[in-house]
């Protein structure tokens, strides 16, 4: 870690050991002193190389040698000989070096001994309504990076452009609450460890960095967690790799209670479980974690390439005919002045669909709205209300789960869920495997023959294998020349897709005689082929075919 010496502005690095010392915390300006261009080598008396600014005021830099030099004179005043500016203390040619202070930054305002926040912005400091105006129009508060160096630091002193005080954070936990939705208790001092991921992720939702992917790196140690910096892969695919590192330490389950823009959902049915923007968490700020637990299995959360496998507790959604929609019940909850339930105990839950009928694949859907459950103990059911965000069109809905009715749902249920959902892969053909009775010693054998194309296939009694038709077949598919045409996203209507031949015989030595079927003939032409689920009540893809014959 490297420290500004406050007297003689030589920079010093210090392992292990470190003295106290004073932070700064600000705002990029338009010109700045920096490590690359203002820190000297330079010979000291006993002719050590050492690196030295330059003086404050020997250079052009107006505003930010004012910056410097004010939290440097600041410091010193109150007794202590270091202070760390990140524009000075950190050299930005190093990937390495940067990372690293990415990665501490947080450790780094939380050990310091004050940190002192400079509105570069803000001149009056005498209160009244300018003042007040002024404070909460600066741009320090809508910034992402000031975030944690606002929370971080045990002590945090507000400055002018001119460096007169402005007051302590504990002063003014109020107006900041009132500006940033960050709860009083946590600008007076109170950690972080039992605050939800969806509060934390709130306090992000409305501030912006000039680097997309610094919405996501800014938040490392407010939730403890590090990662390597990929400058360059966006914002999207940062803040997921930010919410999966949290989901490696953390079962809060408030990271699942999101809301996206009623913008975004015409272009993108299917969603992840993860937020895609900080901005999806803006009306999270009032989530806790319950202190009733939903039943689980023990199944940890994990991503695979297969997408993340987690699990939830499922129930069927009320109405639906397609059998594929679930309410996904989440552990966390709101206090009940805020929830408005009085006392009783209010949950959240969100929409998943099965978009496969093979394997345990679901996807998000309607991500502009909550479920808020009540859980009403005495009448045994669930009532739930539509929770839309701000943007949402959606019409208010209530409904009822009974919870008598468990027997009827999946109940917990360890799924995976893609960060892109996508169609399931398209049906390849059907395994035929006819029923045989078990027949009497002595008396004829049924066996079953399926003619297909240019093949006959036998299934006898002892028989352990089915047969398998595919759809590959030059001609098992009459008339379509595309079988992207089959696939859910595209089928419009149930496909016949191929026939075959059953002929039923009995074997007594070595004759065989044909049998009437079930069906009243002899031989029995089954027609196989694709349909789609009926549709569900929101209206989105299915995301499978099943077969029928």
Request: with cysteine; glycine share 8%.
């Given at each position: 870690?490297?420290?500004?010496?406050?007297?003689?502005?030589?920079?010093?690095?210090?392992?292990?050991?470190?003295?106290?010392?004073?932070?700064?915390?600000?705002?990029?300006?338009?010109?700045?002193?920096?490590?690359?261009?203002?820190?000297?080598?330079?010979?000291?008396?006993?002719?050590?190389?050492?690196?030295?600014?330059?003086?404050?005021?020997?250079?052009?830099?107006?505003?930010?040698?004012?910056?410097?030099?004010?939290?440097?004179?600041?410091?010193?005043?109150?007794?202590?000989?270091?202070?760390?500016?990140?524009?000075?203390?950190?050299?930005?040619?190093?990937?390495?070096?940067?990372?690293?202070?990415?990665?501490?930054?947080?450790?780094?305002?939380?050990?310091?001994?004050?940190?002192?926040?400079?509105?570069?912005?803000?001149?009056?400091?005498?209160?009244?309504?300018?003042?007040?105006?002024?404070?909460?129009?600066?741009?320090?508060?809508?910034?992402?990076?000031?975030?944690?160096?606002?929370?971080?630091?045990?002590?945090?002193?507000?400055?002018?452009?001119?460096?007169?005080?402005?007051?302590?954070?504990?002063?003014?936990?109020?107006?900041?609450?009132?500006?940033?939705?960050?709860?009083?208790?946590?600008?007076?001092?109170?950690?972080?460890?039992?605050?939800?991921?969806?509060?934390?992720?709130?306090?992000?939702?409305?501030?912006?960095?000039?680097?997309?992917?610094?919405?996501?790196?800014?938040?490392?140690?407010?939730?403890?967690?590090?990662?390597?910096?990929?400058?360059?892969?966006?914002?999207?695919?940062?803040?997921?790799?930010?919410?999966?590192?949290?989901?490696?330490?953390?079962?809060?389950?408030?990271?699942?209670?999101?809301?996206?823009?009623?913008?975004?959902?015409?272009?993108?049915?299917?969603?992840?479980?993860?937020?895609?923007?900080?901005?999806?968490?803006a009306n999270s700020g009032e989530y806790a974690l319950s202190r009733y637990a939903?039943?689980?299995?023990?199944?940890?959360?994990?991503?695979?390439?297969?997408?993340?496998?987690?699990?939830?507790?499922?129930?069927?959604?009320?109405?639906?005919?397609?059998?594929?929609?679930?309410?996904?019940?989440?552990?966390?909850?709101?206090?009940?002045?805020?929830?408005?339930?009085?006392?009783?105990?209010?949950?959240?839950?969100?929409?998943?669909?099965?978009?496969?009928?093979?394997?345990?694949?679901?996807?998000?859907?309607?991500?502009?709205?909550?479920?808020?459950?009540?859980?009403?103990?005495?009448?045994?059911?669930?009532?739930?209300?539509?929770?839309?965000?701000?943007?949402?069109?959606?019409?208010?809905?209530?409904?009822?789960?009974?919870?008598?009715?468990?027997?009827?749902?999946?109940?917990?249920?360890?799924?995976?869920?893609?960060?892109?959902?996508?169609?399931?892969?398209?049906?390849?053909?059907?395994?035929?495997?006819?029923?045989?009775?078990?027949?009497?010693?002595?008396?004829?054998?049924?066996?079953?023959?399926?003619?297909?194309?240019?093949?006959?296939?036998?299934?006898?009694?002892?028989?352990?294998?089915?047969?398998?038709?595919?759809?590959?077949?030059?001609?098992?598919?009459?008339?379509?020349?595309?079988?992207?045409?089959?696939?859910?996203?595209?089928?419009?209507?149930?496909?016949?897709?191929?026939?075959?031949?059953?002929?039923?015989?009995?074997?007594?030595?070595?004759?065989?005689?044909?049998?009437?079927?079930?069906?009243?003939?002899?031989?029995?032409?089954?027609?196989?082929?694709?349909?789609?689920?009926?549709?569900?009540?929101?209206?989105?893809?299915?995301?499978?075919?099943?077969?029928?014959?």
């Amino acid at each position: 870690m490297r420290l500004l010496n406050t007297r003689t502005f030589e920079l010093r690095t210090f392992f292990g050991q470190v003295p106290p010392y004073a932070i700064l915390s600000h705002t990029w300006e338009s010109e700045e002193t920096t490590f690359d261009e203002d820190i000297k080598h330079v010979r000291n008396n006993s002719g050590a190389t050492i690196l030295q600014l330059q003086q404050p005021g020997s250079h052009s830099k107006v505003a930010s040698d004012r910056k410097v030099s004010g939290s440097a004179r600041v410091a010193r005043e109150q007794g202590y000989d270091y202070i760390w500016i990140d524009t000075l203390c950190i050299d930005k040619s190093s990937s390495a070096e940067l990372s690293e202070a990415i990665n501490s930054m947080f450790a780094w305002y939380r050990d310091s001994e004050v940190c002192y926040a400079y509105l570069a912005d803000v001149t009056s400091a005498n209160g009244g309504d300018a003042h007040r105006a002024e404070f909460m129009a600066s741009r320090w508060v809508t910034r992402g990076w000031t975030l944690q160096e606002l929370v971080a630091p045990k002590k945090v002193l507000f400055y002018t452009a001119n460096w007169r005080i402005i007051g302590h954070r504990t002063e003014l936990s109020q107006e900041i609450h009132d500006i940033t939705g960050i709860a009083e208790p946590v600008l007076q001092g109170a950690t972080l460890d039992k605050i939800a991921v969806g509060t934390k992720m709130s306090w992000l939702s409305r501030r912006v960095t000039t680097r997309p992917e610094d919405m996501a790196y800014c938040m490392l140690g407010i939730f403890d967690v590090n990662l390597p910096l990929l400058y360059g892969e966006g914002l999207e695919k940062g803040f997921i790799r930010l919410q999966e590192a949290i989901l490696s330490t953390s079962e809060d389950e408030s990271i699942f209670a999101w809301h996206a823009n009623i913008d975004d959902i015409d272009s993108r049915p299917w969603w992840g479980l993860l937020a895609t923007k900080p901005a999806c968490f803006a009306n999270s700020g009032e989530y806790a974690l319950s202190r009733y637990a939903t039943k689980r299995e023990g199944h940890p959360t994990v991503i695979t390439n297969r997408g993340m496998s987690v699990e939830l507790e499922l129930r069927k959604y009320p109405g639906d005919g397609s059998g594929t929609v679930y309410l996904a019940m989440l552990q966390i909850t709101k206090p009940r002045a805020a929830s408005g339930r009085g006392t009783h105990h209010t949950g959240f839950a969100i929409l998943l669909q099965r978009v496969s009928d093979l394997d345990q694949h679901y996807a998000r859907i309607e991500p502009t709205i909550l479920f808020e459950i009540e859980y009403n103990n005495r009448e045994h059911n669930l009532v739930f209300t539509m929770v839309p965000s701000g943007r949402s069109e959606q019409p208010p809905l209530t409904g009822t789960l009974g919870m008598d009715s468990t027997d009827q749902d999946p109940g917990p249920c360890y799924f995976f869920v893609r960060p892109d959902p996508r169609p399931a892969r398209l049906v390849a053909g059907f395994q035929f495997r006819p029923e045989i009775s078990p027949t009497i010693s002595g008396q004829p054998q049924p066996v079953v023959q399926v003619a297909h194309h240019d093949w006959l296939w036998t299934i006898e009694e002892s028989s352990p294998f089915g047969i398998v038709i595919d759809f590959a077949s030059h001609d098992s598919l009459p008339g379509i020349l595309d079988t992207s045409e089959l696939e859910a996203p595209n089928l419009k209507e149930r496909r016949a897709l191929a026939m075959v031949e059953v002929v039923i015989t009995s074997w007594c030595g070595w004759k065989s005689t044909e049998v009437e079927s079930e069906m009243g003939s002899k031989k029995v032409v089954l027609v196989i082929g694709l349909e789609l689920p009926p549709k569900n009540p929101f209206g989105t893809p299915n995301g499978y075919t099943r077969p029928w014959y």
